[in-house]
Nanobody
Framework: QLQLVESGGGLVEAGGSLRLSCAASGGIFSAYAMGWFRQAPGKGREFVAGINSAGENTAYLDSVKGRFTISRDNAKNTVYLQLNSLKPEDTAVYYC????????????????WGQGTQVTVSS
């Protein structure tokens, strides 16, 4: 069964950058679309970015367009989320998730989740 492990979170000042990684194991990574979600304290989990299994199509939350970039390396079984121009409102636990073939903006569509990595942006 596919398992996911996120890394790369941390504390950064507003305007800074981070790169999150999500390493997959135990399955055929290239068969899965991947999504990044985030959950801030007291809020629901929201879609941040998605990428299809081949890496040809991507989608983003409007508020992160132009600042965040999702990518994947199927040879390394890893999906990335580059976070630039970070804002305090980006503070959240970031999760990666997997579903077959085509990404979705709905968290319920994803069957496999990582444990999350904390991103904290100070003002």
């Amino acid at each position: 069964q596919l398992q996911l492990v996120e890394s790369g979170g941390g504390l950064v000042e507003a305007g800074g950058s981070l790169r999150l990684s999500c390493a997959a194991s135990g399955g055929i990574f290239s068969a899965y679309a991947m999504g990044w979600f985030r959950q801030a304290p007291g809020k629901g989990r929201e879609f941040v970015a998605g990428i299809n299994s081949a890496g040809e199509n991507t989608a983003y939350l409007d508020s992160v367009k132009g600042r965040f970039t999702i990518s994947r390396d199927n040879a390394k079984n890893t999906v990335y989320l580059q976070l630039n121009s970070l804002k305090p409102e980006d503070t959240a636990v970031y999760y990666c998730a997997a579903k077959v073939l085509i990404y979705s903006t709905t968290s319920a569509a994803y069957r496999v989740w990582g444990q999350g990595t904390q991103v904290t942006v100070s003002s």
